[in-house]
């Protein structure tokens, strides 16, 4: 599973955080998330898909 | 027969792609009163109405897939009623359903006597915002009625219009009771920062209209307030008036219990759903967030439900409900349940300014100007029901 922020869409929602934060974090200097991890475990990947799905921005792009 | 959807918004449209999602294969209709296309309403107070998105920018990603995902969509139906195990069109054609989902989100409430003349708006759909925002390109005076979310959102947008802004509020502080008044001071200094004119403790008497169009307000009182464009930004209702008379109970929204369903085989979701949360009790809350995380339940409780599941199968909507607000380049974030809190603690960080809220011993809320990070970890701590002290220690 390969994860990527577009920092031009993302707006510091911190949905993503809130799904996943074993995945993404967010920096409240710049008010951007980025993935805080190489490889996502299975067991997170469903946690991913809610985060994806959830960012009001659609900022979060996954790929299988 | 399969599930009607009744409500084209970002509750009803989720629904849709999570039924599909859990392997939902009978038919899915969605009716949509309106006939644009599925649209995210959170810009329309913000970016959309300074200018800087257009119809297309604000499209929900998911309505492109409805058509993917087989939802035959039904745009411009008005339901009117409901019976049995069908719903009531207005132009009485019935749809039957084996499961049926309520989104029909809210309505914005008007002022009693409130004219329909050029100039005076309310702001809810993209057919508002398309209106307000023709005319405040002309326009060189503003006031807003009530100093709500919607309210002050388009206060900030107009400002950076360059149009002069009074907002109109009958609270000696705008936001008080949403937000606290630590948070709500934050706000209006904002707005006055920005050089917006506040009437608390006022309450519109009139309308000055010439020429079928507004030119002010009169308060009560007798002062007047020149105005091009009025907002009445007085809160919304939910929109259950098509359920009136069925067996679908009604109080403030569609009375669900924690798992969303509103009787055997119906539920709801969104803003018109009033529930059992299993913390904060019988709530109701008009957040973006809490309409994907209830449409995640409705759509796994509803499934379940329809293959025969058993009590143990169904899921509660325990989230958390979480909402921001954008004013200027301010975003307050705040997650929890705000009402009936008895303590605050302030947090000033630097620039940076928090707010924790406590209900006896424990954590019911917390906020945060500029500061997402706190709020997504608070999110978390009041989730797993930290009590006050911890809270502060952290």
Excluded at chain 2, 132 to 148: I, K, N
Excluded at chain 2, 348 to 373: F, Q, S, T
């Amino acid at each position: 599973m390969k994860i990527r922020i577009d920092p031009a869409r993302c707006d510091g929602y911190a949905n993503c955080v809130i799904e996943a934060d074993e995945v993404f974090e967010i920096d409240d200097e710049s008010g951007q998330a980025s993935v805080r991890r190489t490889g996502v475990p299975a067991e997170l990947a469903e946690a991913v898909r809610r985060a994806e799905a959830s960012c009001p921005a659609q900022a979060i792009l996954v790929e299988d | 027969m399969g599930i009607v959807v009744v409500g084209g918004g970002l509750a009803g449209t989720t629904v849709c792609r999570e039924l599909r999602r859990r392997h939902y294969r009978d038919e899915i209709v969605l009716l949509e009163r309106e006939t644009a296309d599925p649209y995210d309403r959170p810009p329309l107070s913000k970016r959309f109405l300074q200018g800087r998105a257009e119809p297309a920018d604000i499209g929900l990603p998911h309505a492109r897939e409805l058509s993917e995902l087989a939802v035959r969509r039904l745009p411009g139906t008005t339901v009117a009623g409901l019976t049995g195990d069908a719903v009531v069109c207005d132009d009485g054609r019935a749809l039957p359903f084996n499961g049926l989902v309520i989104a029909t989100g809210s309505t914005a409430r008007r002022l009693p006597g409130q004219p329909d003349v050029r100039g005076v708006h309310r702001l809810r759909t993209l057919a508002d915002a398309l209106a307000l925002r023709r005319e405040l390109a002309e326009a060189r005076s503003m006031v807003v009625v009530g100093g709500g979310f919607i309210g002050l959102e388009v206060a900030a947008s107009a400002v950076a219009l360059g149009v002069d802004v009074t907002v109109v509020e009958r609270a000696a502080l705008p936001l008080a009771h949403a937000i606290g008044p630590v948070a709500a001071a934050w706000l209006t200094d904002l707005h006055r920062s920005h050089g917006v004119r506040f009437a608390c403790e006022s309450d519109v008497a009139g309308f000055d209209i010439a020429d079928h169009g507004v030119r002010g307000v009169e308060l009560v009182g007798g002062e007047r307030l020149r105005a091009d464009v009025v907002l009445v930004g007085v809160g919304a209702e939910p929109e259950t008036r098509w359920l009136a008379g069925s067996s679908v109970p009604l109080a403030d929204g569609v009375v669900c219990d924690a798992a969303l369903r509103a009787a055997p085989r119906i539920y709801s979701a969104g803003d018109v759903a009033r529930w059992d949360h299993p913390i904060f009790g019988s709530i109701r809350a008009e957040h973006w967030t809490t309409a994907v995380d209830h449409a995640r339940t409705v759509a796994a409780n509803l499934s379940a439900e329809l293959a025969g599941g058993e009590e143990g199968d169904f899921r509660e909507a325990a989230e958390i409900p979480y909402f921001w607000t954008e004013q200027y380049d301010v975003k307050l974030q705040l997650a929890g349940w705000v009402a009936g809190h008895d303590r605050v603690e302030v947090i000033e960080n630097g620039k940076r300014r928090a707010i924790l809220y406590g209900r006896g011993d424990v954590v019911v809320a917390a906020a945060g100007l500029n500061h997402p990070a706190f709020v997504a970890r608070q999110r978390k701590a009041i989730a797993a029901g930290t009590r006050w002290s911890d809270a502060l220690e952290s």
